[in-house]
């Protein structure tokens, strides 16, 4: 029995990447490309599939489901990598409340991994986005999370500001 579902999955698994290599691709409803993300294994598979994608958001979206992705894998470097190119696709189309999301999904990457300058600055730049699009409630995420890259820089003081602040919206 093991054999035949590895068998069937082995067939569904070539079945779905012959869709992706193949130039049916534009026949495929935006809900059966994004159907094949989870399937998509290495960078070079993921590249194809993006560079099929017509639509700039979508392909901003799909880089930050493979940030996603690897984050949950504990990948955070390839995490980075791919918010990073997910945020310059955003910065294209200019939509700020995006940008500013991709910015602070980039800030968080960075203090996962202890990059804490780094993930402030980050912070900071969302934050005033989001203050300029009286983002309210993203900008208290951004607050809190402030609060805590301050506080594993052991700044105590200026981890309670930003908490408190967070708080307060």
Do not use: P
């Not at 029995?1 to 779905?16: A, D, G, Q």
């Not at 994004?34 to 290495?42: A, K, S, V």
């Amino acid at each position: 029995k093991t054999s035949i579902f590895l068998f069937l999955v082995i067939i569904c698994y070539c079945n779905i990447m012959a869709h992706i290599d193949d130039d049916s691709w534009s026949n495929l409803t935006e809900q059966e490309k994004l159907e094949n993300i989870d399937t998509l294994q290495t960078d070079i598979q993921k590249e194809k599939y993006i560079n099929k994608l017509d639509n700039d958001s979508d392909k901003a979206n799909i880089y930050t489901q493979f940030a996603e992705q690897e984050k949950s894998k504990g990948n955070l470097s390839k995490a980075e990598k791919f918010y990073q190119e997910a945020l310059e696709i955003q910065e294209n189309i200019g939509e700020e409340e995006e940008i500013g999301r991709g910015i602070f999904r980039l800030g968080y990457i960075l203090l996962l991994q202890n990059k804490l300058i780094e993930a402030i600055e980050m912070f900071s730049k969302s934050e005033a986005i989001f203050k300029s699009n009286n983002s309210y409630t993203r900008l208290s995420t951004v607050y809190t999370t402030m609060g805590r890259a301050y506080y594993e820089m052991d700044d105590y003081e200026e981890a309670l500001k930003k908490l408190e602040k967070g708080l307060d919206l």
